[in-house]
């Protein structure tokens, strides 16, 4: 009896386990790729799992922040999905590299053409982001998740510092502090500081083979030197005797 006791008791914490963190697995989230660098440009990825097990997710609508808004939006296209991207007017415009900007992307929506995100997967859906504020440590994304069956889950809890995680969270970019160009780092940086290395790299072995052949010059120059005083001292000999032979004669 007491052995099954213990067995229903972890069986029920099991389950409560179960019910309170899976929730937390389910979640729509917005992460870097690299880094979000205040002032600069990155590219952010929206995941989003599917947390059902009898329909798939057909819609995803992202809506960016009204209070930092992004002058620079460019979804990435995605397989098996059509995007639309809605500009709104700004109340302040933006300054942009010395252009103002009088509007800026105020939702992505990405639908899919198929079956969508089917139960036990989730997808990515990536977006070139900029500038980022410099006035701000996070951006708030709040979306909405469309199922087959025509529910929809509104990610749009913001979340609280020094209190629980909401049931629906919305998705939260934490900002990076900027650094050097306000680029952050990329891999167009990385492929740019490996071109110059290996430049370099070229640079000093042409160096050292202009060197090597130099020298291989100056080697060939003496040893032909050499050879021709041999040569001539040879010939001068040699006349030397002709001359004691024809006065001998």
């Known amino acids: 009896m007491k052995a099954s006791r213990i067995a229903a008791a972890g069986a029920v914490a099991g389950v409560t386990v179960l019910a309170v963190s899976s929730p937390a697995l389910a979640h729509v989230s917005v992460q870097p790729e690299g880094q979000a660098a205040k002032g600069g440009y990155a590219t952010v990825g929206f995941k989003v799992p599917n947390e059902r097990d009898d329909a798939s997710t057909t819609k995803l609508e ?53 079956d969508g995100i089917e139960p036990g997967f989730f997808q990515k859906f990536p977006v070139s982001v900029g500038t980022l504020p410099e006035d701000a440590d996070e951006l708030v994304f709040k979306a909405l998740q469309t199922y087959s069956d025509k529910e929809v889950v509104r990610w749009i809890e913001v979340p609280q510092e020094g209190q629980e995680e909401p049931e629906h969270p919305a998705p939260v970019l934490a900002l990076s502090e900027a650094s050097g160009d306000h680029h952050g780092a990329s891999g167009d940086d990385k492929a740019s500081d490996d071109t110059a290395q290996a430049e370099n790299a070229s640079a000093e072995t042409t160096g050292a083979s202009d060197e090597a052949d130099s020298g291989g010059t100056d080697t060939t120059a003496r040893v032909l030197g050499v050879v021709g005083i041999v040569v001539g001292a040879a010939g001068v000999a040699y006349g030397v005797l002709a001359g004691r032979r024809r006065t001998t004669a």
């Open 62 to 114: 992202v809506t960016f922040p009204t209070d930092h808004p992004l002058a620079s939006v460019m979804p990435q296209p995605v397989e098996g999905w059509d995007v639309k991207v809605t500009t709104s007017k700004l109340d302040k415009p933006l300054e942009m590299h010395g252009k103002k900007i009088n509007e800026a992307v105020s939702k992505v929506t990405w639908t899919a053409k198929g």
